[in-house]
């Protein structure tokens, strides 16, 4: 086999794009401190934030990143996030690491280059949950989705067979990669979410009489529901977090008293809210989750729906309490089981070492090392 010259033995992360600092960027930069060397490509993204957040380190985009009020529309471009994927040009690349929610593990590299996928989700909106999409688009949004959503799919299967290696983040991924790719995904490493130090060492608080909501609120968050049952039961509930229907829950909910929503809080104040709510609501279906394991950390119970991720950090009883159904009288009798939860934190911190950053950084780093043994 040729080998790649030695000059050109680089290691590129691509990631889909960077507008806030949620999960997956927590998982970009515990990659970047794995690899200060590499270069980082996205198909867009607030460059101002990515050149504070990663000095150093070469920044490139796709073409898309030129298109005016990128940030406004990139949504729309949806159809053109393919081209785009195969027009990052990483031929000078000997690894290349994708941490991919969408169409980035379909990158071309170089044939002798390893290409380790790092995969968050298959696309919600292309798969299990186009339909809940779908309720929420406009008419003439909807008609455009469904024109490109089957190419979209076809290219996106094509895709997974790309990567050397597929990494998943939860076992629930790892049975939605096999359903819908039928590729088996060679381990579960979950993703840093946690900083350990922060959240355990964080004060223990008196609890208030409020719930909380953290989310990039989206159709498939389960706000709506969240705060349908706030009204109906008079509890104060705050909604941290904004993404695109935020505006419209704004709008129909801001008149309720009890309803309050705070945007993007600053850490230190995000922290005091969960820590001092007697219950963090986690209505979604999530790939994992970070707001569930933030909120036990914390010594706040999760009321969870039993489904996804949350089945993979929560234990029912000890931590949170599980539901079926997001319906008044299951959230209401779940909220009575978590008044007589106190959950220990020494205990949870044992548990947690496999979310930290030191077990995903070995991790990560084992795989990229077999991975290149096995080409050579």
Request: charged letters at 25%; aromatic letters at 12%.
């Amino acid at each position: 086999m040729i080998m790649m010259s030695r000059e050109r033995e680089k290691v590129a992360i691509v990631h889909n794009w960077y507008w806030n600092y949620r999960g997956a960027e927590r998982v970009l930069t515990a990659l970047t401190e794995i690899y200060p060397d590499a270069d980082l490509f996205f198909l867009f993204g607030d460059e101002k934030k990515i050149i504070a957040k990663y000095p150093g380190h070469k920044i490139r985009f796709s073409f898309l990143q030129n298109i005016p009020l990128i940030r406004s529309i990139y949504k729309l471009t949806l159809p053109l996030w393919p081209i785009a994927t195969e027009a990052l040009d990483l031929s000078e690349y000997s690894s290349v690491i994708s941490s991919s929610a969408s169409t980035v593990w379909g990158v071309i590299t170089h044939p002798n280059a390893t290409h380790i996928a790092y995969v968050y989700s298959p696309m919600r909106y292309l798969w299990d949950q186009k339909d809940i999409y779908l309720r929420n688009m406009s008419r003439p949004i909807r008609i455009l989705f469904r024109t490109f959503a089957h190419y979209l799919r076809m290219w996106d299967l094509v895709a997974s067979s790309r990567p050397d290696s597929i990494i998943v983040i939860s076992e629930y991924v790892k049975e939605r990669l096999q359903k819908y790719y039928n590729r088996t995904a060679d381990r579960v490493i979950y993703p840093p979410l946690i900083d350990l130090d922060e959240l355990f060492n964080y004060p223990d608080k008196k609890k208030k009489e409020h719930l909380v909501v953290v989310s990039g609120f989206e159709e498939n968050k389960g706000a709506i529901e969240a705060i349908e049952y706030a009204i109906r039961s008079n509890e104060v509930v705050y909604l941290t977090g904004e993404h695109s229907i935020i505006r419209k829950l704004n709008k129909r909910y801001s008149k309720y008293k009890n309803v309050h929503f705070t945007g993007w809080l600053d850490r230190q104040d995000l922290l005091e809210l969960i820590a001092e709510a007697k219950a963090t609501l986690f209505f979604g279906e999530e790939d994992l989750g970070l707001v569930p394991l933030e909120s036990i950390a914390l010594g706040t119970p999760v009321v969870a729906l039993a489904s996804g991720g949350a089945l993979e950090t929560i234990e029912d009883g000890v931590n949170g309490v599980f539901i079926d159904e997001l319906e008044y009288n299951a959230i209401h009798l779940a909220l009575k089981r978590c008044e007589g939860i106190r959950i220990n934190r020494r205990i949870e911190r044992e548990r947690y070492e496999k979310f930290s950053n030191s077990n995903f950084r070995t991790a990560i780093t084992k795989v990229v090392k077999d991975a290149k043994a096995q080409r050579q």
